[in-house]
């Protein structure tokens, strides 16, 4: 979890691959409204967000006994809620936490996504970080982040 362009996607990946268990990127489970409410530069609000998260939840009780990775910017409390809903204990939580600058520098170079840059600035403000979560630096690289995570998981 995490803004937009902390590396949820790219630390996802390599964490699926590490604990064999699928990887869900939730950026392509948003319905279509949000991402033209997006594109059009329009932050979306806890209404837009309350389906996507359920079905998020719906992903991940699917995948309760095998396990999965799903990449989600989860960034209200009530939002992970949400996301743990029938899940007890059978979720973790990792915060992917790095500053407006470094994240904005990331976005600048990204192509091909549809959350544009001025978008950045209400995803921190929106965001609550999470108490209990697992909570990384982005500044570090996402192999030595991948690799505390399954550290931090085995214990």
Known sequence: MGVSGTGKTTVGKLLSEKL???FFDGDDYHPAENIKKMQSGTPLDDDDRK????RLNQLALEHKKSGAVIACSALKKNY???LRAGLGNNIQ????KGSFELIKSRLENRKDHFMPLHLLQSQFDTLEPPLKALTYSVEDKPSKIVGEI????KQ
């Open 20 to 22: 064999k268990c699928p």
């Open 51 to 54: 389906g996507w998260l359920i």
């Open 80 to 82: 992970r809620g949400l």
């Open 93 to 96: 939580f990792i915060y992917l």
């Open 150 to 153: 399954v550290k931090e998981l």
